[in-house]
């Protein structure tokens, strides 16, 4: 079974040769104003280690699926995640460094997505939605 990278994630901030998630390669980098949020670091449960990640940082990972993910912590947030934010900022996977909350919500809201993250029991991470609303206007 092939590992399809959400639409979201390909946007014109990733492009990817075959489709699958390993094979995906950084176009850009988002520059959302994030401020102190940190909501995608705290209700994205599975972000993916791609190829292009490997040899960047000795991330802490799980196999799902046959692909690493970055470990979380017991509440759920990311491994990474302490007070101050993100302690690998500057060593952070692809899949953070191009995640835009205000593209996700942009195109869910337009029905043009079906993938959003969800939490552990499975329900729509609501609140990283409604980040991405605040901010979409920003987008334009």
Sequence with gaps: MKNLAPTWLYGPNLIGER????????????????????????????????????????????????????????????????????????????????FDCRKMYDLWSRGLCNVVPVNDDGRIATELLFEGAKRVHTLR
């Design 19 to 98: 489709g699958d998630i390993e094979h995906v390669s950084i176009r850009e980098e988002a520059k959302v104003p994030c401020g102190e949020c940190r909501k995608c670091c705290r209700d994205f449960q599975m972000v993916p280690v791609l190829d292009e990640d490997k040899g960047r940082y000795p991330y802490k990972t799980e196999q799902i699926g046959g692909i690493p993910i970055l470990e979380r912590k017991a509440n759920g947030d990311c491994f990474y995640l302490e007070e101050s934010g993100c302690t690998i900022h500057e060593h952070r996977p692809a899949t953070c460094r191009v």
